[in-house]
């Protein structure tokens, strides 16, 4: 019989989907046949699944950890912010229409549904499931109608442990305060507590940690210091990427701009960890360095939107100037709609229909259309001879002039453009930075060599975050809390 035990957070980006990745790895050597799951989750750093869908990627690198495919079952309810009070929301791995913040507030319980549905289809292929909350309980103007944490956590009954971090502070009364606003059925689901991120000797908080024990009456499952590997981990939100990128040599310097709804910039993972690239993000404020060997701009969950914010942080004069001065350039997805003459947007999809100028440096047109392209993918980098794989995850089509300068071949197609000069490039496909020779053959370019097997990194680091959970973790009492899936779980 399948079993659950949850992981919910005293706040967001308290560690939980990281812990549970390590979780799963350390599953996998225990024998156990272990899956992520997450009710609901709000990126716009989506994965592509095998069966068509797409899911947060977080929870693909969990799939990862777990030795799995990814599944769109994995996280049935995505929601993808497009402006600062609406996203698109897509439920099982499909669009499902766009919704304020305060609609989806009111009609979220309707999709409790198909969350319970995804995790009964999980639960029938596996031993175990461990399953991340969304933010915070203690929120609880959010209660009513909850799917992503104890509203999720009571339907199914699935035992919760509570996770603080102490690396922001205050994590007693994280905790504490957490059983103090929920309700007795809420509190009833928690088994136990952990702390996260933990600095220094970690005796001093002994007293601490007994005194959180006391008061609430909840175990302690472990004091977990700060992994210290955790940047070699694909980042979920854009807000980690600052600690991510920055200095690390003189060869080659890469400036991406930090647009509002900046989407799939797991595309920067792999040029971050390169020892001779220094990638710098560009925030709000910042201009384009004159010294930038590139700019990659990449891909946006609203492309008209954030090309109007482009232009108003005066970035599309310092983009001129740096092609001006002989700097290349590589759009990928909303950041190669952006390159292009024009993107027109007859069907509303990304708001009023609208057509508006490109940057104008590729020699294309961009058409928004409401169906979205999702597929895994893998092909050729003529040029160098190099394969490349990875996603491809938009809305729009691109034609023009400088599509017969395609620079890469996908499933024996042409896919992208360049300008004349071929210093002005973009594609759709995400992802191909991703491959060791196409990345070191792209870098030579620029005069930067490589020998970074970003693939194998991320396997040894998810290896060592398994060592880490296993050390400071109760993992043996974590598994023994775990509870059967009941079967006939319904909203």
Known sequence: MTKAIMIQGTGSNVGKSMIVAGL???????????????????????????????????????????????HT????ILLKPQSATGAQVIVQGKIAGHQEASSFGKNKATLMPAVLQSFQRLAEGCDLIIVEGAGSPAETNLRK?????????????????????????????????????????????????????????????????DDIAARTGWPSLGVIPWFDQAHRLPAEDVMDLPARTGSKGTKCVIAVPRLPRISNFDDLDPLAAEEHVDLRLITPGMTLPADADMVLMVGSKATIADLAAFRAEGWDIDLAAHIRRGGHVLGLCGGYQMLGKSIADPHGIEGPPCEVAGLGHLDVETVMAPIKH?????????????RVEGYEIHIGETTGPDCARAWLSIDGKAEGAASATGRVQGCYMHGIFGANGFRSAFLERFGASSGLDFEAGVEATLDALADHVERYMDVDQLLSLAQEVQQTVSA
């Open 24 to 70: 799963l790895r350390a599953c996998v050597r225990r024998g156990i046949n272990a899956r992520p799951f997450k009710p609901q989750n709000m990126s716009n750093n989506a994965a592509v699944t095998e069966d068509g869908g797409e899911i947060g990627r977080a929870q693909a690198l969990q799939a990862r950890a777990a030795g799995v495919a990814p």
């Open 374 to 386: 999702l597929s895994v993918k893998e092909g050729l980098h003529p040029a160098s001879g190099m």
């Open 145 to 209: 109608g909850d799917i992503a944490n104890m509203g999720f956590a009571t339907a199914a009954g699935v035992p919760v442990v509570l996770m603080g971090d102490i690396d922001r502070g205050g994590v007693i009364a994280q905790i504490v305060g957490t059983q103090a606003v929920m309700d007795a059925q809420d509190n009833a689901q928690v088994r136990g507590f952990s702390v996260n991120k933990f600095r220094g000797d970690r005796s001093l908080f002994d007293a601490g940690r």
């Open 73 to 76: 079952d994995m996280n049935p």
